[in-house]
């Protein structure tokens, strides 16, 4: 796969969820359809040039040498490190990508600092054998493959995902979920709690609403819907002993 050089891997970031954050790819084969805020940033600022582009992923070939560099200096600061908000350290059909993320992790984890992963692949079983401070997530926001397949092009099956999952939580790793963007029903029609009863066995779920969308502004009764998905997100979680957050804006008045 083709190779980019960077001068720095780790950065604070100002997600509300997160501490430090590493981007070693630069792209997504995933192809996501809804508006993804990563692929936006990264056209207006001209690192990439268009969609096409995007979904050739460009593996950073010195993080690891960055990552001995940046830790010493860092790592007293770190809370933990996501990976990742711009790309995915899971995508699908890309080996040089997994090993380059679990050469990263278990960089991470041998300096005593936690990773937070979250990706729309498979996760890999050999996260078992890493720290088990660390926190693994999927992003799943319907259990309807044809939307997934509409939405989600070069993502893995949301079975796959769950099944992966499910493996490392009874493996004994903590585990959790983003259902972001969860979409509108002018969308797709669904039943919020069936998918909250597929991930019930995890830690922690965040959930939020779709931004820069079109569809979902179209629809008028898109904040009356999100705060009671909100509500109902909150409500079984403590039901279930869940943590869990909404993000920011997605209960509106």
């Known amino acids: 796969m083709k190779t980019i050089i960077r001068k720095t891997m780790l950065y604070k970031t100002?997600?509300?969820?997160?501490?430090?954050?590493?981007?070693?790819?630069?792209?997504?084969?995933?192809?996501?359809?809804?508006?993804?805020y990563a692929f936006l940033m990264k056209r207006r600022f001209g690192q990439?040039?268009?969609?096409?582009?995007?979904?050739e992923p460009c593996l950073v070939s010195n993080t690891l040498a960055l990552l001995d560099k940046e830790i010493p200096r860092l790592k007293n600061n770190i809370k933990s490190v996501q990976l990742c908000f711009t790309t995915d350290p899971f995508m699908c059909g890309y080996p040089e990508i997994e090993e380059m993320t679990i050469a990263a992790i278990s960089k991470l984890n041998a300096a005593g600092i936690k990773c937070m992963v979250l990706t729309k692949g498979v996760l890999p079983s050999k996260l078992e054998k890493l720290s088990k401070k660390n926190e693994y997530g999927i992003t799943l926001v319907s259990?309807?493959?044809k939307y997934r397949k509409v939405m989600e092009p070069g993502a893995a099956s949301c079975r796959r995902r769950l099944s992966a999952l499910r493996k490392l939580h009874d493996a004994g790793c903590k585990t959790w979920v983003s259902m972001e963007p969860y979409p509108t029903p002018n969308l797709i029609k669904q039943d919020l709690l069936k998918i909250l009863e597929e991930i019930s066995f995890v830690d922690k779920i965040i959930f939020g609403r779709a931004n820069y969308s079109k569809?979902?502004?179209?629809?008028?009764?898109?904040?009356?819907?999100?705060?009671?998905?909100?509500?109902?997100?909150?409500c079984f979680c403590k039901e279930h002993g869940i943590k869990y957050h909404i993000k920011d804006k997605t209960i509106t008045k």
């Open 14 to 36: 100002g997600v509300e969820y997160g501490d430090y954050t590493m981007n070693h790819v630069q792209g997504c084969a995933h192809g996501c359809k809804y508006p993804c």
């Open 48 to 55: 990439v040039k268009d969609y096409e582009s995007w979904l």
């Open 143 to 145: 259990l309807n493959e």
């Open 215 to 234: 569809e979902v502004s179209s629809y008028k009764e898109h904040r009356s819907f999100y705060n009671e998905r909100a509500s109902e997100v909150m």
